[in-house]
């Protein structure tokens, strides 16, 4: 099982909204990543969770906030989002990161098939 | 700030040419190179390069890795429309982060 799931594949919110993306990995991964894509432009990486806690936040504004459970699950709760934040939003796992800063990921990331977001 | 530039930004190209795609990095701390396609939604991986001059290869895509250059190229012999999307190479630096570049549009015509 390679597989990396996100709910729900759609969602259109207003401004005012409070509502949570769910990505869930049953391979073991303990690297769970939040990136954020617009249209025709590279993923860009928002968080990135290491053994259930967070270990990069890359400045991200604080209506987004991200949350891991457990080994399995990330979530992504929305609140007060602008308009311009509509993107595809794409989870990932990895099935290591390292605890030492010299080392590295041994193998590739796995991405699931993302949420489109649309904040209205 | 951790740099990757891809280029060429987009091809177009006829079934049954070969292409060459370049990611080139500036990067604190590299740990490994990755490709992945980009369709519709989801990037699907191809390779993870870490260790330089060793070519992957999987049917007609392949890859190396120069960390002298610090830089990279894919190769896809013998096109076919189906190989027609977005290649993205991303470079790992250390906390596992991940840092993509901003593709190659490939388009290969019938």
């Known amino acids: 099982d390679t597989e990396v799931t996100q709910t729900p594949k759609h969602l259109v919110m207003g401004m005012t909204n409070k509502k949570s993306l769910k990505c869930e990995q049953h391979?073991?991964?303990?690297?769970m990543y939040w990136y954020k894509q617009k249209a025709k432009k590279p993923p860009e990486l928002m968080f990135v969770?290491?053994?259930?806690?967070?270990?990069i936040n890359e400045s991200v504004p604080s209506r987004f906030s991200p949350e891991c459970p457990n080994s399995s699950l990330l979530n992504l709760h929305l609140h007060a989002l602008q308009p311009e934040d509509s993107a595809l939003y794409l989870c990932?796992?990895?099935?290591?990161?390292?605890?030492?800063?010299?080392?590295?990921?041994?193998?590739?990331?796995?991405f699931g098939q993302g949420t489109r977001l649309t904040v209205v | 700030e951790d740099k990757v530039v891809q280029s060429p930004l987009s091809l177009v190209v006829h079934e049954g040419d070969t292409v060459t795609l370049n990611c080139s990095y500036e990067?604190?701390?590299?740990?490994?190179l990755l490709w992945y396609k980009q369709e519709k939604k989801a990037p699907t991986f191809l390779f993870m390069l870490?260790?330089?001059?060793i070519e992957k290869k999987s049917g007609r895509l392949s890859s190396i890795l120069d960390k002298k250059e610090l830089s990279s190229i894919l190769n896809i012999t013998a096109t076919q429309t189906g190989d027609s999307a977005i290649y993205l190479c991303?470079?790992?630096?250390?906390?596992?982060?991940?840092?993509f570049g901003e593709g190659t549009q490939l388009t290969v015509n019938p």
């Open positions: 991303a470079v790992e630096t250390s906390g596992s982060r991940l840092t």
């Open positions: 391979m073991g991964h303990r690297a």
């Open positions: 870490t260790s330089s001059g």
């Open positions: 990067v604190t701390n590299f740990r490994s």
């Open positions: 990932a796992s990895r099935k290591s990161v390292y605890r030492r800063p010299r080392q590295g990921g041994k193998t590739e990331a796995f």
């Open positions: 969770y290491s053994y259930e806690k967070l270990s």
